[in-house]
């Protein structure tokens, strides 16, 4: 009987990208995804006729432009189309844009604060430190600090090296920086509610954190280390949806030869004297790999997928222990029209671009508060785009696609699970606050898709919906995650590998977890990584 040289579980962006780089490398490698199409999170389906929707990520930004290139992406179709602006509008009847040009986006910035439009390119300049600083590191596997191998020593002697570069000062607003609150952080340069709540949004998206809770400047951070064509921080359409990212992996793969069998779900791992020997899928067919490589979520990998027995109990307790809390949900609207926003310039650039309608960090706190109270919250914080402003491909002529991220929605709904009508409360809340800026807007609704944290779960195989794979919090980074001792891609089971949003980086769509345990794999079978470029300097 045939063994694989890898199997690979769980098609989504990270288990292609390690996929790609394995069988570039030599190796023959399977991947096996439970649903009848690969993409996980990022994938582009037609619910509706004539409609594309980008069904859970919906915005590329973070996937790094070495394995862009390494893989040949764009030869295989993946184009990115960046943001031309972006919103918050107010509750007064104002907005504040955001623009591509610095310089604009400082004089609207002096619309509201002259004081604030001079902070700007403090902020600015501070923020770029911090991203000087972490950058480097995405592509890097963290160090064992308790390990004397001399690769851990070289790691660690690279960190130090780097900390030891900084000031006094600037060691000291690090430290902080990685510690504190979003909004601790803008108050030290921003007076203007509006303009504060502009920033913060990206130090709250997908975390189940409040703006006002530590360790959120550091999830901001994470959103600002992206690039699209060589522009730091800058966020993009992937012309055709999301799905597109996958759809250029899963051909690359598939051009170097990898095989890709969808519709087989992973019931568990095959495990013989402590070693990983393949896969069981749900029917019971066995399939037998030298090593197996989990593209699923750490409670999902070692909590259902491999038995206790093979695991140590002081692992399983950490396992258990690891933050994934789903924050978040996704509402999906297919658009007879583009939609009308008073407030706006007709044919403003900001409508292409995310928009936003909480316009201050207390709104923000408190749609936080309903999700610890175990509900979806009654005034959601919105992160809403119209892809089709730019990529005309995703909608009939004259019609439009519109993603609306959600924060913040609860795993559970006051300690139960969520019902059909929690779902289209859920929804209701959603549309209210779009309709409330846009007259006529539910009239221009021609079919919506809803995504609560039980369907994330139930379809992208997603802990509690949780779009990170765990909490991006200064206790699970590094050589913290998922936990000590095994933050370098591998497990307690030989030959079983991690290569999902769990582990180092983190989460969203940017592939360098699946990079890194791929580079980790072939140094175990002492096989070439001269394929895989090494992280480059874009600041």
């Not at 790609?20 to 690969?38: F, I, M, S, T």
């Not at 993409?39 to 973070?62: D, Q």
């Not at 402590?274 to 990998?301: H, M, P």
Request: proline content about 5%; aromatic content about 10%.
């Amino acid at each position: 009987m045939k063994a694989w040289d890898a199997i690979i579980i769980g098609g989504g962006h990270n288990g292609l990208v390690n996929a790609c780089y394995l069988q570039r490398a030599g190796l023959d490698v399977l991947v096996v995804e439970k649903n009848d199409w690969v993409g996980g999170a990022a994938t582009s389906r037609e619910l509706t006729p004539g409609f594309l929707y980008s069904n859970c990520s919906y915005v590329c930004s973070l996937f790094r432009p070495e394995i862009m290139r390494d893989l040949e992406l764009p030869r295989f179709g993946l184009q990115v189309i960046s943001y031309e602006g972006g919103a918050v509008f107010t509750r007064d009847g104002d907005y504040l844009a955001n623009y591509r040009d610095h310089d604009a986006h400082r004089r609207e910035f002096a619309r509201f604060s002259k004081r604030d439009a001079e902070a700007y390119d403090r902020y600015s300049r501070d923020v770029t430190r911090q991203c000087r600083f972490i950058q480097p590191l995405l592509m890097r596997t963290a160090p064992d600090p308790t390990s004397y191998r001399p690769r851990d020593i070289g790691e660690l002697l690279y960190l130090g090296k780097k900390f030891a570069g900084l000031s006094a000062e600037e060691m000291a607003l690090t430290l902080r920086f990685w510690t504190m609150s979003i909004s601790e952080f803008l108050d030290e340069y921003f007076e203007t509610d509006v303009i504060k709540a502009s920033f913060a949004l990206s130090g709250i998206i997908g975390t189940a954190l409040g703006p006002m809770s530590p360790g959120t400047a550091y999830v901001l951070l994470h959103h600002y280390m992206g690039e699209v064509d060589g522009s730091v921080g800058a966020w993009g359409y992937a012309r055709g949806g999301m799905g597109a990212v996958t759809k250029a992996l899963a051909a690359s793969f598939k051009a170097s030869g990898g095989t890709i069998r969808t519709g087989a779900e992973v019931d568990h791992v095959l495990v013989g004297r402590g070693k990983a020997k393949g896969v069981v899928l749900a029917g019971g067919e066995e399939i037998y790999g030298k090593l197996v490589v989990s593209n699923a979520d750490v409670k999902r990998t070692f909590l259902k997928l491999v038995e206790e027995r093979e695991l140590p109990d002081i692992f399983l307790r950490r396992i258990r222990n690891f933050k994934i809390r789903g924050s978040s949900g996704k509402v999906n609207i297919a658009l007879d029209s583009l939609p009308e926003f008073p407030a706006l310039p007709k044919d403003s650039p900001v409508y292409r671009g995310d928009m936003h309608f909480t316009d201050s960090m207390e709104r923000m706190e408190r749609a936080y508060d309903d999700w610890k109270a175990g509900r979806w919250s009654a005034d959601p914080f919105l992160d809403m785009v119209i892809p089709t402003t730019l990529d005309p491909t995703m909608a009939p002529p004259g019609k439009h696609f519109m993603s609306c991220f959600v924060q913040y929605a609860p795993p559970k709904v006051n300690g139960r699970d969520w019902t059909d009508a929690d779902r289209d409360g859920f929804a209701e809340s959603v549309v209210a606050q779009i309709a409330e800026y846009s007259p006529g807007f539910r009239d221009r609704i021609v079919h919506m898709e809803v995504r609560t944290p039980r369907e994330i779960e139930a379809e992208v195989g997603l802990t509690e919906g949780n779009i990170f794979q765990g909490e991006l919090t200064f206790d699970q980074l590094l050589f913290n995650r998922p936990v000590p001792g095994y933050a370098q891609y591998r497990s307690p089971v030989g030959g079983l590998y991690m290569c999902g949003s769990s582990t180092h980086p983190g989460g969203g769509v940017m592939g360098a977890p699946g990079r890194n345990a791929a580079a980790e794999i072939l140094r175990d079978l002492a096989k070439s990584t001269s394929h895989m470029s090494p992280a480059h300097d874009v600041i």
